[in-house]
């Protein structure tokens, strides 16, 4: 049913658009074809939220950007970049996240009624460029980037071209699929190539607005009953590696206009949480083959996938680190990793880690530990100030599940303001062990975030941090790495997960399951698809 709020998707682009316009208007002839640039908005919500972890996210997590303000998250909307001249942009409202638990409904309407809000204002639309995640959890609402994407719909109506860029950890739920016309992922992770692939996105759009093409004549889409953690997962190694390898070429064929993988997002319970292939296109037998070989390539290499980094418990890892002489050492303590979800601030690993004799003393290994939110404890570090001793708790204030507040007793050794995440942090040195607490929670992934706390990760023997895979700059840093397997909302042993909604039978946790059906579907184009909702 079509909503009364929708606009009509009266197309401004050309007179002569033939995609667009009916048929009929095809011919009509206009003697000076003047083009008028499309009018394309600009939108998306972008967080992965952990369904098994206690903590909630809030509207001030977002960040939101409004209006003009949206260009500064993309290089390649700069005032005077190409893409810019060739559409009439209209940026509604991009907010982006830290992962974490799920977003509170409260947040999401919020969030999503300011973005319906602005689209009401400045259509009509000829396109839309949507940047989601497509791992956001909502509390008490399935599928939220398939909900978002229909309410979008009632407001700008069906003619207008979605183009949908996301993250490969992203779910993509087959309302999404239908209703989007357009629609591609990372082929890389870590991410290195996430602006290439939104900015790829926009260029899609324009030429199918510019060509006069519009939208895609086939969507094939292929759920694949595996779920991974990301850990298992990196393109930097096989069997993702050539998995991924394959997908750009896939998408330059002729007669296809993109493809992609997405690894689906593990730690949230519900059933569009599974891997998918999707490829949009206009050659019907190039995108449901297309998207089949693929699939057929993931399905059949999901017992390969492996973790990017020897694993271990904590003491195992500990053992290997003080053991060993590569320095630095670096320990992903992957359980309660902020940028996958975690609530970033349980004291499991930290509390065991103060609690081994080599580090009682200055003179023992040197570590540093990255990190535990301490609001209080950073009070008292900024009262006594740089040099003064510190005592106190941090930690476990959102996720106690297995451990409680870590006490901290030690020496201040650096206070730093105005992170946007952290906003304060501090270090301080307990024994040979230099701890950052922050006033709030804050991924550590660049060699800055720790030399302008004053420490040197290259000189320091062991760098633990809450993390999964080691993003690049650390990657590069490190002598040696392992990646220990660690408690708390974003447990890297799936099989510890207590899943009760997602789609059974599902590897690996039903390991003797049947091949799965993996023929292409071809989706609802997105006019279909909203004339259902
Ligand atoms: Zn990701």
Redesign the pocket.
């Known amino acids: 049913m079509l909503s009364c709020a929708m606009i009509a998707g009266t197309s401004l682009l050309f007179n002569n658009a033939t995609a667009i316009n009916t048929p009929g208007e095809k011919s009509n002839f206009n003697p000076a074809p003047q083009k008028a640039l499309p009018r394309i908005a600009i939108a998306g919500l972008a967080i ?1 939220s952990s369904t098994f972890s206690p903590a909630l996210t809030h509207e001030e997590a977002f960040h939101a950007k409004y209006g003009a303000s949206v260009y500064s998250s993309y290089p390649f909307f700069a005032d005077d970049s190409p893409i810019r001249k060739r559409a009439v942009w209209l940026p509604s409202l991009i907010g982006k996240s830290l992962p974490g638990g799920a977003v509170t409904r409260e947040a999401y309407e919020s969030l999503v009624n300011k973005t319906l809000d602005s689209l009401k204002k400045n259509g009509p639309y000829d396109g839309l460029f949507l940047d989601i ?1 497509g ?1 956001m959890s909502v509390a008490g609402l399935d599928d939220p980037e398939g909900d978002f994407i229909v309410r979008i719909r009632k407001v700008i109506g069906t003619k207008t071209i979605i183009s949908t860029s996301m ?4 779910n993509v739920s087959l309302r999404l699929a239908e209703n989007t016309d357009l629609i591609t992922c ?1 082929r890389m ?1 870590p ?1 290195e190539d996430a602006m290439e692939t939104k900015q790829r996105e926009v260029k899609k759009l324009l030429q199918r607005l510019e060509s006069g093409k519009g939208k895609p004549a086939y969507k094939a889409w292929i759920p694949i009953p595996v779920l991974l953690p ?1 850990e298992k997962t990196s393109t930097r190694i096989e069997p993702a590696k050539s998995i991924y390898e394959a997908v750009a070429p896939a998408a330059a064929q002729q007669g296809i206009i993109d493809a992609a993988i997405w690894v689906g997002y593990a730690w949230a319970d519900e059933p569009r949480n599974h891997a998918v292939v999707m490829v949009t296109g206009d050659d019907k037998e190039k995108v449901t083959g297309t998207a089949e070989r693929l699939a057929q390539s993931f399905w059949n290499a999901r017992s390969g996938f492996s973790f990017v980094a020897p694993t271990g418990t904590l003491e195992e890892c500990l053992n290997k680190a003080i053991a060993s002489t590569k320095h630095p050492f670096f320990i992903s303590d992957s359980g309660d990793n902020p940028t996958a979800g975690g609530a970033g601030d349980v004291t499991w690993t930290l509390k065991e880690i103060l609690a081994r004799s080599e580090f009682k003393s200055a003179s023992g290994p040197s570590l540093i530990y990255a990190s535990v939110p301490g609001p209080g404890l950073v009070q008292k570090a900024i009262a006594v100030g740089i040099g003064g001793r510190v005592e106190g708790n941090a930690g476990a204030e959102v996720d106690a599940r297995y451990a409680g507040p870590v006490e901290i007793s030690g020496t201040v050794k650096a206070i730093e303001y105005g992170g946007r995440d952290a906003e304060v942090e501090v270090v301080v040195q307990v024994g040979s062990v230099y701890v950052i607490v922050t006033k709030k929670r804050k991924p550590y992934h660049y060699e800055k975030d720790f030399t302008r706390l004053t420490l040197n990760p290259r000189k320091t023997d062991i760098v633990v941090v809450k993390i999964g895979y080691l993003v690049p700059e650390l990657y590069d840093m490190r002598a040696d790495w392992l990646l220990a397997i660690t408690p708390g909302g974003v447990d890297q042993n799936l099989e510890r997960l207590p899943y009760k909604r997602i789609q059974r039978p599902m590897f690996p946790l039903d390991k003797t399951m049947a091949d799965p059906d993996l023929s292409a579907r071809l989706v609802a184009a997105s006019d279909k698809a909203f004339q259902r909702n």
């Open positions: 992965e995640h791992a993250d490969l950890h992203g990372y992770a991410h990301g």
